[in-house]
C-alpha cells in the first residue's frame, strides 16, 4: 500500500514578506444542522475549535434568473 501524500508534498516558500508552507495531512469534515440554531452552532464551535462561516444568500435578479447577486 502506497504512504499518504499531499497535494503539493511538503511543499514551502519563504518570501521577504510570507512564508507559506504544506499544512500536512489534514481532514476535512461535513457537519449538518440548522445554522441558525444558537445552541447547534455553540455546540461546534465548542467541539471544534472554530467559528461557522456566515450563510451564503444567493438573489436572481433580472430576467430568467441571468444576474446572481451572491454575498
Not at 519563504?14 to 445554522?35: Q, T
Amino acid at each position: 500500500m502506497s504512504e499518504p501524500i499531499t497535494a503539493t508534498r511538503g511543499a514551502r516558500f519563504n518570501g521577504p514578506d510570507v512564508s507559506v508552507s504544506d499544512a500536512g495531512l489534514v481532514g476535512m469534515i461535513a457537519i449538518r444542522g440548522d445554522f441558525a440554531d444558537p445552541e447547534f452552532v455553540d455546540a461546534v464551535q465548542c467541539v471544534t475549535g472554530a467559528t461557522l462561516p456566515g450563510r451564503r444568500r444567493v438573489s436572481p435578479a433580472g430576467q430568467g434568473g441571468q444576474r446572481l447577486d451572491v454575498a
